[in-house]
């Protein structure tokens, strides 16, 4: 069993030393990592909606983690969102996100609402009560993962993503 871990990195000539680490984890009585159903069609495209669509080829469907294209909301929307819903509660422990491939459409940042009746939907809020700001995406491709403080046993996720400078998906 680790109980810590300690890093010693090297010096090279001319350089200075720089490092950013992330370690992944799983807390004993929790699964984690495991898919629940977006990126591989399990929760069917009658699961999934959104407050708008810019086109047939960027609709809600296309909001699955590596698909072909991805989701953006219509240029209009004051309030863009991406919605999953399904007909039994699921322990949720993260959302991984990612933009559109080979373009610069993503988003930066997100808030998140849930529900765990499949109607009613809430923010997950920070300490002060406010929704709470998950980073996001800085590219196209990149897959970037936010947990939660602790697992949810929900019905539905909204997400609201933040607007970058070029396009949100």
């Keep these: 069993e680790i109980k810590g871990i300690r890093i010693y990195p090297e010096l090279t000539e001319n350089c200075t030393i720089a490092m950013r680490v992330e370690l992944l984890g799983c807390r004993e009585e929790f699964k984690c990592e495991e898919n629940m159903g977006l990126e591989d069609n399990n929760i ?14 960027h609709c809600a469907e296309e909001g699955r983690l590596n698909g072909d294209s991805a ?19 699921l322990q949720i422990e993260a959302i991984v996100t990612q933009g559109e491939e080979n373009t610069q459409n993503f988003a930066e940042c997100y808030t998140v609402e849930v529900t765990d009746d499949g109607v009613n939907f809430y923010y ?25 403080d602790s697992p949810l046993e929900i019905k539905g996720i909204r997400i609201h993503p933040g607007l970058n400078e070029n396009r949100t998906t």
């Design 124 to 148: 997950i809020t920070d300490d002060e009560g406010n929704p709470k700001e998950f980073d996001a995406n800085s590219d196209g491709e990149t897959p970037v993962t936010n947990f939660f």
């Design 44 to 57: 069917g495209d009658s699961f999934v909606c959104a407050s708008s669509e810019l086109d047939d080829e």
């Design 71 to 89: 989701w953006i909301p219509s240029e209009d929307d004051t309030d863009p969102y991406f919605e999953a819903t399904w007909p039994v509660p």
